[in-house]
């Protein structure tokens, strides 16, 4: 989370928001955010709903795997990393100025 903290701003000049979802209260969110410095939205899949509607959820560790989906405007899933790949950000933040450079903003 903290890799994407600090690609925030080029995320947002090109024109993506950034959020993150974990299985944790909102609570456990919230601090968690305070401390490691993270300002984007933090959400909260208490019950793991999203999660295993995502495919992402691993019942032996009762845990969602770590996974970075890139969404664009219509809903679609255009591109995801999972496990190591979702730590790096930069292969989304290529992605959103690639698809902000194709769409002429």
Do not use: H
Not at 16 to 31: C, I, R, W, Y
Not at 61 to 83: F, N, P, S
């Amino acid at each position: 989370m903290q890799a994407f903290q600090q690609q925030l701003k080029t995320l947002e000049d090109a024109d993506t928001q950034v959020l993150g979802v974990s299985m944790d209260s909102p609570f456990a969110n919230k601090a968690w955010a305070q401390q490691i410095n993270v300002t984007f939205p933090l959400l909260s899949d208490m019950g793991g709903a999203v999660t295993k509607e995502y495919g992402v959820y691993e019942p032996k560790y009762k845990a969602a795997r770590r996974v970075t989906y890139l969404i664009d405007k219509d809903g679609k899933v255009v591109e995801m990393q999972k496990d190591s790949e979702a730590l790096d950000p930069t292969a989304v933040v290529t992605s959103c100025q690639r698809r902000r450079m194709k769409s002429g903003q």
